[in-house]
């Protein structure tokens, strides 16, 4: 398992370390200076419908995020542990990268919403305060100011939140008073619906006529943002499984009430115009509009200062697990309390970074995407958790179900490409690429994640379907057990296999280990660890199975009738030539059982001087239909191989005499061309000896296919002795037994 953040003791609980944090960074910037805008611009009964919405995808995502929180032990990271452990570390990694950077933009985006409110209080004894470079001096003093109280002390911080929540509290309620006493039902009746285009035109003579319902969730979502506060705290919480949920769900409630008591207010005391003009009318209403200042620099500096603690630990979390080793230099914490200082260095430059923008609706949406990616990213890893049917999936928090975890997923998706199609592609193409680039890199982990058991069940559910389906020679595929033994001896049984089974069918190589099986069971394990490395370092799609047997044939007898499952049962065995002539007996033997097996044969002869030069032919010398078709079928599959992509296929066959010819050449190119291979046909008369037409012609082909004669029980010697001299003197061969009926046509 990968470290958690926090290496002292777990210090925070449920309000605390979960619903101050959260509820701090909810009720930041947007309530204050945007919720007004809002309701101007929609009307109260569109704000209702996008209020609703936030917080319907907020409560999907919270109740998925709570799944998976009480799933497994919650380290440091927050949103990223949880993916990552869920979806494995190419989305985990791509999440970790665009949470945290979502976290370094919140920082910029809070507090030029307190630099708003701060300089419109100070500009008129300070003018210069209210250009842009004066706000942005003062965004940045306050960044540096807070990125030093979460770079010393994180626990110090956090404890502040106490004395910044009362602050808060005493600024809503002096608004919440002020504006019930000013409350006018006709006001409220006139800003119910959306304003008309003129009025828009009145208040913004150079704007556009109006403003799109998705333009303006864009600028409302960042408010419901603050769900993850208490997640990126979750390697400092005394028991993570009980307090996120608790203190989320919690959050959720009690903010989305206040932002819709203060959108109700708003309706009913403000006029449409003000409303649009001016982003410090809560000032005016309130009882004490000190108390509303107070309640604006609480909240934004609170949410800021929850996102310089949070954002630090989940780069500290990610650079941990060395997803990308470029990132590692960030994982170490200090000394002491292991606080990620390293990275809290770099989310002040980010933050700065954002800052110099400059824009509260500019950096919004922004917000908006890495957050809603983030959110789906969540939901879908708990319906991929639930839909994997995996027994190790067993949350103890109920109140969650797969379809409203993949509601919220889909809600995330669809509402970023409803907010901005472009901005929505470009993020999904930065995710893409850090997936790309992690996946590239085949990183390995220390932990499990779902993508196994989910996997595991669409194949169980796939492999009991196929039992369902008749077989048909139109869906014949090539399932081939390689009789490898250690694949580093003989890598030309491995290349052929990978040749013409890779990409249709199944390759399985496979081995048999002779002694007593206690004795053996280590080194069956080392050989399968070495030849798993293998696999992997060549690239090679194939499994691997082996078997302690007490003798060699009583091995490769267990492989053939034991190897695979289902409709994946190996229908094709691929073994090395014996050109020993005291195996032959042996070596015959195990040949008749393969094919009383039913399996098909492939025997190949690898030729020893590679190095001399070949015509990029495929030679098929057809005999009949008993081996041809199977002969044609494998010849198409190795011309799909880069290694014989240009090789031409030639399809020779002997006849008795010269009247023969012509109907033997007919026949043969009725069978390619409703094969649909392109072959060259060529039909000789018979002068001599086979053998050495065989030789004369195909002496310098790239790889020759012959049929194979299983010898009968007695004459293994015999037949096999003849086939040696027959290979001798002929480039790499494979030697084929059909047991198995192929279709060309079909």
Not at 57 to 77: D, H, K, Y
Not at 136 to 163: E, I
């Amino acid at each position: 398992m990968s470290r958690g953040v926090s290496t002292g003791a777990r210090r925070f609980g449920t309000v605390g370390g979960v619903f101050i944090p959260c509820t701090l960074t909810i009720l930041g910037v947007i309530l204050f200076l945007r919720v007004g805008y809002v309701v101007g611009a929609a009307g109260m009964l569109c704000c209702i419908v996008i209020m609703a919405l936030s917080n319907l995808v907020t409560t999907c995502t919270t109740l998925s995020l709570s799944a998976i929180a009480t799933n497994t032990r919650v380290q440091g990271g927050g949103a990223y542990f949880l993916i990552s452990r869920s979806l494995g570390p190419e989305f985990g990694g791509a999440i970790g990268v665009v949470l945290y950077l979502a976290q370094a933009i919140a920082v910029a985006l809070h507090l030029i919403g307190f630099t708003e409110a701060f300089t419109a209080n100070l500009a008129p004894r300070y003018p210069f305060l209210a250009g842009p470079m004066g706000m942005r001096m003062v965004a940045m003093a306050a960044c540096f100011l807070l990125f030093l109280a979460a770079y010393f002390s994180a626990s110090w911080a956090l404890k502040v939140q106490y004395a910044i929540l009362a602050c808060l509290v005493l600024s809503l309620v002096s608004f919440i008073v002020g504006a019930a006493l000013k409350f006018d039902p006709g006001l409220f009746r006139a800003n119910l619906w959306a304003p008309s285009p003129d009025s828009i035109r009145e208040a913004f003579p150079a704007a556009q006529p109006s403003v799109s319902f998705w333009v303006l969730f864009a600028l409302y979502f960042p408010a419901a943002t603050g769900i993850m506060a208490g997640a990126n705290m979750s390697g400092d919480l005394i028991n993570p499984s009980r307090s996120l949920p608790r203190g989320t769900l919690a959050a959720i409630g009690a903010t989305a009430a206040t932002y819709l008591v203060f959108a109700l207010l708003s309706a009913g005391t403000v006029d449409r115009k003000t409303l649009l003009t001016d982003s410090m009318v809560m000032k005016r209403l309130a009882l004490s509009g000190a108390l509303i200042d107070v309640g604006i620099y609480a909240a934004t500096l609170s949410s800021a200062l929850g996102c310089l603690i949070g954002g630090p630990r989940i780069l500290q979390a990610f650079a941990r697990d060395r997803i990308i080793h470029t990132l590692s230099f960030f994982g170490k914490g200090d000394p002491v309390k292991d606080e990620p200082r390293r990275a809290a260095v770099l989310t002040l430059f980010l933050a700065l970074c954002g800052i110099l923008v400059g824009s509260l609706d500019l950096i919004a949406p922004v917000a908006t995407m890495f957050f809603m990616i983030t959110y789906g990213l969540v939901n879908f890893a708990t319906f991929y958790e639930t839909y994997s049917d995996s027994p190790s999936f067993r949350p103890q928090f109920r109140f969650f179900h797969w379809a409203t975890a993949l509601a919220g997923a889909a809600a995330c998706l669809v509402i970023m490409f409803l907010i901005s199609a472009p901005a929505a592609v470009v993020s999904l193409i930065v995710l893409g690429a850090v997936y790309w680039y992690i996946a590239r890199r085949s990183v390995r982990v220390r932990w499990g994640d779902a993508r196994h058991g989910f996997l595991f069940s669409r194949a169980r559910e796939n492999l009991l379907r196929m039992l369902r389906v008749p077989a048909h020679p139109r869906n014949w595929r090539p399932t081939v057990l390689v009789l490898s033994g250690n694949p580093k001896t003989r890598p030309h049984l491995v290349d052929f296999a990978d040749a013409i089974g890779c990409r249709k069918g199944l390759v399985i190589l496979s081995q048999v280990i002779v002694g007593d099986a206690e004795q053996m069971l280590r080194r069956k394990g080392a050989q399968e660890s070495m030849v798993g490395r293998f696999i992997v370092s060549h690239k090679l799609e194939a499994f691997y199975q082996a078997v302690i047997a007490p003798d060699y044939d009583s091995g490769v007898n267990a492989l053939a009738q034991a190897s695979g499952i289902g409709g994946f049962r190996p229908n094709t065995v691929l073994l090395g030539w014996s050109d020993r002539p005291e195996m032959f007996e042996s070596y015959g033997a195990t040949l008749r059982r393969l094919h009383y097996f039913g399996k098909n044969l492939i025997v190949l002869k690898c030729a020893k001087d590679e190095e001399s030069p070949r015509d990029r032919t495929i030679d098929i010398w057809w005999r009949g239909q008993e081996n041809g078709p199977m002969m044609l079928l494998f010849a198409y599959l190795l011309r799909l191989d880069d290694e014989y992509s240009d090789c031409a296929i030639r399809v020779m066959r002997i006849v008795g005499t010269e009247a023969g010819v012509e109907e033997a050449a007919r026949h043969m190119r009725e069978v390619v061309e409703a094969a649909r291979i392109e072959a060259e046909v060529r039909v000789f008369v018979q002068s001599g000896g086979i053998a050495d037409m065989i030789h004369s012609t195909s002496k310098n082909s790239t790889i020759v296919l012959l049929g194979l004669e299983v010898p009968g029980k007695g004459c293994e010697r015999e037949i096999l002795q003849r086939m040696d001299n027959l290979l001798k003197g002929l480039p790499t061969t494979a030697l084929v037994r059909a047991a198995q009926q192929i279709d060309l046509q079909a």
